[in-house]
């Protein structure tokens, strides 16, 4: 399995949310990047090189509330994947976000495996706002690769 990791930047809920953040960040590996994903905020990133790419956060993210999340996936030979859980107690039920990489194809010892790929999006009223676009970006970044 490929590596990876996630990282969370809390935000202070003492500062008022019209205060901007600049998040940028220079993210180097040994091993390939397969992907980066921000669940929380548009991010916009710039491939250097196969182990190295610079993010930057989109300017009109920067008052949006909540901690900054970041998935990085890496190529493996193997299924590399990450797990985002956003439970709610109060209903006894949540969400979740599970990003998966494919193996890298030059590794691959094997015939190429035919996949299917079934995406479901909620759009009940829950989903209003960011969730709904984040699936959505999400949604279309799959669709791309």
């Known amino acids: 399995m490929g590596l990876g990791f996630d990282y969370v930047l809390p935000r202070s809920e003492s500062l008022g ?21 921000s669940p929380s905020h548009k991010v916009y990133t710039h ?9 930057k956060i989109d300017d009109a993210a920067r008052t949006q509330p909540g901690a900054f999340r970041l998935s990085v996936l890496h190529q493996g030979k193997g299924l590399s994947a990450s797990l985002f859980a956003y439970p709610d107690m109060d209903r006894q039920g949540g ?6 990489s494919v193996p890298n194809q030059e590794t691959q010892t094997q015939e190429t495996m035919q996949r299917e790929v079934t995406l479901v999006i909620d759009r009940s009223g829950s989903m209003r706002g960011d969730k709904i676009e984040q699936a959505k970006e999400a949604a279309l970044q799959i669709l791309a690769d």
């Open 17 to 37: 949310y019209d205060v901007p953040w600049s998040i940028t960040a220079q993210i180097k590996s040994q091993d390939p990047i397969a992907t980066v994903y």
């Open 47 to 55: 491939r250097d090189s196969d182990t190295q790419l610079s993010l």
């Open 95 to 100: 969400y979740f976000l599970l990003l998966a």
